[in-house]
């Protein structure tokens, strides 16, 4: 199984990216997608994550009304369009899939797979 992130990038503070992660995955649309992050000398933390069944959506308190994900079933694809960006979004985002799951899991011990991230910055 693999996950490839991409996407990343250097952007000017208030600027857009939109990340995205193609997974090998053989029932991809059985699975919830998440995406984490981890910025320097900091923990991994979520960002946000899109449930199989019905595509709830969970976001961290920092990101809602800037960051929205989604997903394409038929290309085996989950995005994350980050607008109105902030220095402190700077960090390594990782995407992760779980088999079955809720759009609500934020706890990263929930996920079985993962990418290899991919580098976003953010300039003041």
């Known amino acids: 199984v693999q996950l490839q992130a991409s996407g990343g990038g250097l952007v000017q503070a208030g600027g857009s990216l939109r990340l995205s992660c193609a997974a090998s995955?053989?029932?991809?649309?059985?699975?919830?997608l998440a995406w984490f992050r981890q910025a320097p000398e900091k923990g991994r933390e979520f960002v946000a994550a899109?449930?199989?069944?019905?595509?709830?959506?969970t976001y961290r308190d920092s990101v809602q009304g800037r960051f929205t994900i989604s997903r394409d079933n038929a290309k085996n694809t989950v995005y994350l369009q980050m607008n109105s960006l902030k220095p402190e979004d700077t960090a390594v985002y990782y995407c992760?899939?779980?088999?079955?799951?809720?759009?609500?899991?934020?706890?990263?011990?929930?996920?079985?797979?993962w990418g290899q991230g991919t580098l976003v910055t953010v300039s003041s």
């Open positions: 992760a899939a779980d088999r079955g799951g809720s759009g609500r899991d934020w706890r990263d011990i929930l996920y079985e797979y």
């Open positions: 995955l053989r029932t991809f649309s059985a699975y919830t």
């Open positions: 899109i449930g199989w069944r019905v595509g709830t959506t």
